[in-house]
Nanobody
């Protein structure tokens, strides 16, 4: 599976962006998906995750109430809607996926995932 992340850019504090993660194969519905981010000098950290069917989601505390992860399996795409952005959200955002037969689990560790996109840069100015 190849993942293509897009939608990053420069936005002012309080603004919004929607990231997309498009998969190269039709069986993307078999994959749980996560978004991670990495700011300069920091480790890659968990942002949000969604189960393969889209029925469950999870977020890191700092983005709860501001970010929403969703998926459209017919389009092989997962989205991350980011609202009320602040400068601390500045980072390269990566999507990742893991093929699984299990519908319930959410995966929040980078090592849980098998496939990674190339990253898209989000810069939030104050």
């Amino acid at each position: 599976v190849q993942l293509q992340a897009s939608g990053g850019g420069l936005v002012q504090a309080g603004g919004s962006l929607r990231l997309s993660c498009a998969a190269s194969r039709r069986a993307f519905s078999d994959h749980a998906v996560g978004w991670f981010r990495q700011a300069p000098g920091n480790d890659r950290g968990f942002v949000a995750a969604i189960t393969r069917g889209g029925g469950r989601t999870d977020y890191t505390d700092s983005v709860k109430g501001r970010f929403t992860i969703s998926r459209d399996n017919a389009k092989n795409t997962v989205y991350l809607q980011m609202n009320n952005l602040n400068p601390s959200d500045t980072a390269v955002y990566y999507c990742a996926s893991k093929r699984t037969i299990l519908t319930a689990p959410l995966y929040i560790l980078p090592d849980d995932y098998h496939y990674w996109g190339q990253g898209t840069l989000v810069t939030v100015s104050s």
